[in-house]
């Protein structure tokens, strides 16, 4: 019998760690002081908050969360544990080689930093090392990775492992891919699960959390004003850590588009998995410039994520998590060409969540214009698990205004105004989505794109900042 799948607003790794440790905070109820605000109760603002207490245990830190915490892109995502080394040759390119190398190496110290607190406070994440291999589903695509791997290997870093057709049919099951490169240090967790620790080592360091409570409106002066329905914070210092949301902040809002990515979960499907020849495989994902991706979870369910969902208007989030970008039966049909032995498995769980994607698809940290003591720290298109640790500590020397390699880090930049005003951003984004979409499919046809969607392709996030440094 198939389970009806259900589409949701909370994504399904939200919902099962919220079953296991469904403690909320109380909401603000009266005006406050503190030394520092956090706004967002993700990755970010948590991994902040904590990289706070430990550099300077004094300080009074209040963390305020719109909803629960873990209800943004830190619950919703597709939990794959990815080091920043596949983004190598734009971070060289932007920043030089010393520094590229250190995000890199920070990026991967990061898993071992979570591998760590799990142990720390003896919690399940669902940690699985399994590696993950980014491969390529048709001939056109294939050799996405050949520039990072040479870029790579004049460093004498042979971070991955090159993998014909049959290697990845051999390790996984799937008969869609033509070739590809392992990352042996690549990994999945259980999102959800993450927050849930993060959140309770926040608060035994001593950091005040109010969730449910929203950030209405920040007064700019020192000390800031931070409004909320059910009280004023006033602090010294803000950090903003609202990722797809920083569209809503008036300094912030040209620096990233919003698009959504979809994803579902199957109901536990061992046998099928194991038939299928993939158990405790390495994670999979495309080259698409639309991802899709997929892998196994703790508990023997496959998930399967597509990026290129809905776009937010002006930044309307909630508008464009209304209703799926994809339904169930399209990520379905998609699995299955990618995992032909899952076709029939029965879908339990599908969801969308916002993703904010910059023009250099890279992540940027920094204060607000003419508000230095306001802190923002967003845009990591869509691969955050680790990049939100290293970007802690990038917020956490802003903040404490260490004189150190984290705050004179690549990643710290002032905002750009990189996309055009609403409404031409999301018509933009529109015809440059649809570029992207058609190439993705005439690649998989042995076909090429007309001049108009080579153009339109060609004005897609993560090329541009590439072509004006180069030129
Ligand atoms: C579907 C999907 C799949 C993804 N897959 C992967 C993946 O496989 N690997 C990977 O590395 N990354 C992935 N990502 C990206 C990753 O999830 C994010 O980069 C990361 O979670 C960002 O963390 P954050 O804390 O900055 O943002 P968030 O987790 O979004 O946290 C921001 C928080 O701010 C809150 N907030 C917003 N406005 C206000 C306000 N006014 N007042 C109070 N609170 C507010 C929100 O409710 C939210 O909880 C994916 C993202 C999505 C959406």
Same mark, same amino acid.
């Given at each position: 019998?198939?389970?009806?799948?259900?589409?949701?607003?909370?994504?399904?790794?939200?919902?099962?760690?919220?079953?296991?440790?469904?403690?909320?905070?109380?909401? !603000? +109820?009266?005006?406050?002081? *503190? /030394? #520092?605000?956090?706004?967002?109760? $993700?990755?970010?603002?948590?991994? =902040?908050?904590? &990289?706070?207490?430990?550099?300077?245990?004094?300080?009074?830190?209040?963390?305020?969360?719109?909803?629960?915490?873990?209800?943004?892109?830190?619950?919703?995502?597709?939990?794959?544990?990815?080091?920043?080394?596949?983004?190598?040759?734009?971070?060289?390119?932007?920043?030089?080689?010393?520094?590229?190398?250190?995000?890199?190496?920070?990026?991967?110290?990061?898993?071992?930093?979570?591998?760590? !607190? +799990?142990?720390?406070?003896? *919690? /399940? #994440?669902?940690?699985?090392?399994? $590696?993950?291999?980014?491969?390529? =589903?048709?001939? &056109?695509?294939?050799?996405?990775?050949?520039?990072?791997?040479?870029?790579?290997?004049?460093?004498?870093?042979?971070?991955?492992?090159?993998?014909?057709?049959?290697?990845?049919?051999?390790?996984?099951?799937?008969?869609?891919?033509?070739?590809?490169?392992?990352?042996?240090?690549?990994?999945?967790?259980?999102?959800?699960?993450?927050?849930?620790?993060?959140?309770?080592?926040?608060?035994?360091?001593?950091?005040?959390?109010?969730?449910?409570?929203?950030?209405?409106?920040?007064?700019?002066?020192?000390?800031?004003?931070?409004?909320?329905?059910?009280?004023?914070?006033?602090?010294?210092?803000?950090?903003?850590?609202?990722?797809?949301?920083?569209?809503?902040?008036?300094?912030?809002?040209?620096?990233?588009?919003?698009?959504?990515?979809?994803?579902?979960?199957?109901?536990?499907?061992?046998?099928?998995?194991?038939?299928?020849?993939?158990?405790?495989?390495?994670?999979?994902?495309?080259?698409?410039?639309?991802?899709?991706?997929?892998?196994?979870?703790?508990?023997?369910?496959?998930?399967?994520?597509?990026?290129?969902?809905?776009?937010?208007?002006?930044?309307?989030?909630?508008?464009?998590?209304?209703?799926?970008?994809?339904?169930?039966?399209?990520?379905?049909?998609?699995?299955?060409?990618?995992?032909?032995?899952?076709?029939?498995?029965?879908?339990?769980?599908?969801?969308?969540?916002?993703?904010?994607?910059?023009?250099?698809?890279?992540?940027?940290?920094?204060?607000?214009?003419?508000?230095?003591?306001?802190?923002?720290?967003?845009?990591?298109?869509?691969?955050?698990?680790?990049?939100?640790?290293?970007?802690?500590?990038?917020?956490?020397?802003?903040?404490?205004?260490?004189?150190?390699?984290?705050?004179?880090?690549?990643?710290?930049?002032?905002?750009?105004?990189?996309?055009?005003?609403?409404?031409?951003?999301?018509?933009?984004?529109?015809?440059?989505?649809?570029?992207?979409?058609?190439?993705?499919?005439?690649?998989?046809?042995?076909?090429?794109?007309?001049?108009?969607?080579?153009?339109?392709?060609?004005?897609?996030?993560?090329?541009?900042?590439?072509?004006?440094?180069?030129?």
């Amino acid at each position: 019998m198939t389970t009806q799948p259900i589409w949701s607003g909370t994504s399904f790794w939200q919902q099962q760690a919220l079953a296991e440790d469904g403690a909320v905070s109380p909401s !603000l +109820s009266e005006d406050t002081r *503190a /030394d #520092i605000c956090i706004v967002g109760g $993700g990755f970010t603002g948590l991994w =902040t908050a904590l &990289r706070l207490k430990e550099q300077a245990p004094d300080l009074d830190i209040i963390l305020i969360e719109g909803k629960q915490c873990g209800a943004g892109g830190s619950g919703a995502n597709a939990g794959y544990a990815l080091p920043l080394w596949a983004s190598f040759p734009m971070l060289q390119a932007l920043y030089g080689p010393d520094e590229a190398l250190r995000l890199c190496r920070a990026s991967s110290a990061a898993l071992e930093e979570i591998d760590a !607190l +799990s142990n720390q406070h003896d *919690a /399940d #994440i669902g940690l699985a090392r399994n $590696g993950v291999i980014w491969g390529a =589903t048709c001939s &056109r695509q294939a050799g996405h990775w050949d520039e990072t791997v040479a870029a790579l290997e004049r460093y004498q870093i042979a971070h991955y492992e090159p993998l014909t057709g049959a290697d990845i049919q051999q390790r996984t099951g799937s008969p869609a891919y033509v070739a590809g490169v392992l990352e042996a240090s690549g990994a999945t967790l259980h999102p959800g699960r993450l927050v849930r620790l993060l959140r309770r080592a926040v608060l035994a360091a001593g950091v005040r959390i109010h969730e449910n409570t929203r950030m209405v409106d920040l007064d700019r002066a020192r000390p800031v004003s931070i409004r909320t329905p059910g009280g004023v914070i006033t602090a010294d210092r803000v950090v903003l850590a609202i990722y797809a949301w920083s569209a809503g902040v008036h300094e912030l809002s040209r620096e990233i588009a919003v698009i959504c990515s979809d994803a579902m979960v199957s109901v536990p499907q061992s046998d099928a998995i194991a038939a299928q020849g993939w158990q405790d495989g390495p994670a999979l994902f495309d080259s698409r410039t639309f991802t899709e991706g997929t892998r196994t979870t703790p508990d023997g369910r496959v998930l399967f994520n597509k990026a290129g969902g809905r776009m937010a208007l002006g930044g309307n989030i909630n508008g464009a998590l209304a209703r799926p970008g994809q339904t169930s039966q399209e990520l379905r049909a998609m699995l299955a060409s990618h995992m032909p032995g899952l076709a029939d498995a029965p879908i339990s769980h599908a969801w969308s969540g916002a993703v904010d994607r910059t023009r250099s698809g890279l992540p940027m940290f920094g204060r607000l214009p003419g508000s230095p003591h306001i802190l923002y720290g967003f845009g990591y298109s869509g691969r955050g698990i680790l990049t939100t640790v290293v970007g802690s500590r990038i917020l956490a020397a802003l903040t404490l205004e260490t004189d150190d390699a984290w705050a004179s880090s690549g990643f710290v930049q002032e905002p750009q105004r990189a996309y055009p005003p609403e409404p031409l951003r999301f018509v933009g984004g529109w015809a440059v989505r649809r570029a992207i979409a058609r190439k993705d499919a005439l690649d998989h046809e042995d076909r090429n794109t007309g001049p108009v969607t080579t153009a339109l392709y060609n004005l897609k996030p993560g090329r541009w900042n590439r072509a004006q440094k180069s030129s």
